[in-house]
């Protein structure tokens, strides 16, 4: 599996922006992938191919990479969006999930 | 709609064997794969191996190879993983994920509801 490191956690208030990094050498050369994953759910997919976003997944979402460092971005977060959150790539055979990112909105 | 619908939970004693199933529905079962991911307690998303259902072509991560077994049934449109001799620390939810390659990626979208297994003597 690639590494992907992102924060273990971040804590904005309601209506700020919430930014969530993974850093990781494959996303220089391969798309990443976000998924959202509230307590005792499945994971969501909410943004693919680094910055596009699935029908129904609200336009506060939205994903941007630098180099080696893909970012979610949640413009207006609200206390929904709550949950942990996965960066997730791969190339060839090997498949690599951050370990992700506990997003706190009080 | 695309489903995947898994089995329901397991409670299983050290030693004994198990097969989960995951039910694709809503699409063509045999375009995609469809990949298995464990999460153990207050963990993050392991990726633990991935079949294409038409031909059964599977491949393991390294950290699971000879661990479990994954297979599919195309005529039932299900994939199934196996473990032939549970551990404690086999206990965890295990979600199965549908795949498409995209650009040389395997790009999962659909996820499964998740089969909690419970080892426990």
């Known amino acids: 599996s690639y590494e992907l490191t992102q924060p273990s956690s971040v804590s904005v208030s309601p209506g700020q922006t919430a930014r969530i990094t993974c850093s990781g050498d494959v996303l220089a050369k391969k798309y990443a992938r976000w998924f959202q994953q509230k307590p005792g759910q499945a994971p969501v997919l909410v943004i693919y191919k680094d910055s596009e976003r699935p029908s129904g997944i609200p336009e506060r979402f939205s994903g941007s990479s630098s180099g080696t460092t893909v970012t979610l971005t949640i413009s207006g977060a609200q206390v929904e969006d709550e949950a942990d959150y996965y960066c997730y790539s791969a190339a060839d055979n090997n498949l690599g999930f951050g370990g992700g990112t506990k997003l706190t909105v009080l | 709609e695309v489903q995947l619908v898994q089995s329901g939970a397991e409670v299983k004693k050290p030693g004994e064997s198990l097969k989960i199933s995951c039910k694709g529905s809503?699409?063509?079962?045999?375009?995609?794969?469809i990949g298995w991911v464990r999460q153990m307690p207050g963990k993050g998303l392991e990726w633990m191996g991935i079949i294409y259902p038409g031909d059964s072509d599977t491949r393991y991560s390294p950290s699971f190879q000879g661990q479990v077994t994954i297979s599919a049934d195309k005529s039932i449109s299900t994939a199934y993983l196996q473990w032939s001799s549970l551990k404690a620390s086999d206990t965890a939810m295990y979600y199965c994920a549908r795949a498409a390659v995209a650009g040389g990626e395997f790009a999962f979208d659909y996820w499964g509801q998740g089969t909690l297994v419970t080892v426990s003597s």
């Open positions: 809503g699409y063509s079962f045999t375009s995609y794969w």
